[in-house]
């Protein structure tokens, strides 16, 4: 079992910026990969950035040069620095946890409430 615990979400206006932290504890087996991902009301969740254990990401087109991903492997710990912040990022974001080996498992965090408003 893997526990995530997400941090970071609230409000914030058009323009600004907001860090989110996703923390793993529990049976941690490495590699795993990590990422982000969000639901709007009315939509489906999305994907929002990736992270592999080897540092390769992935980003949707809709945040590609806004958002950064990033991990800390010491620390079990996946970020997502969101700058430029749109109405449209809002939504809620959910940290997923992903372990390819020694069986496929998939983990996902509660989900946190980031809020884009003027």
């Known amino acids: 079992q893997v526990q995530l615990v997400e941090s970071g979400g609230g409000l914030v206006q058009p323009g600004g910026s907001l860090g989110l932290s996703c923390a793993a504890s529990g049976s941690i087996v490495r590699p795993y990969n990590m990422g982000w991902y969000r639901q709007a009301p009315g939509k489906q969740r999305e994907l929002v950035a990736t992270?592999?254990?080897?540092?390769?990401?992935t980003y949707a087109d809709s945040v590609k040069d806004r958002f950064t991903i990033s991990r800390d492997n010491a620390k079990n710990t996946v970020y997502l620095q969101m700058n430029s912040l749109k109405p449209e990022d809002t939504a809620v974001y959910y940290c997923n946890y992903r372990r390819p080996t020694w069986g496929f498992r998939e983990y996902w965090g509660q989900g946190i409430q980031v809020t884009v408003s003027s």
């Open positions: 992270i592999t254990q080897g540092d390769s990401t």
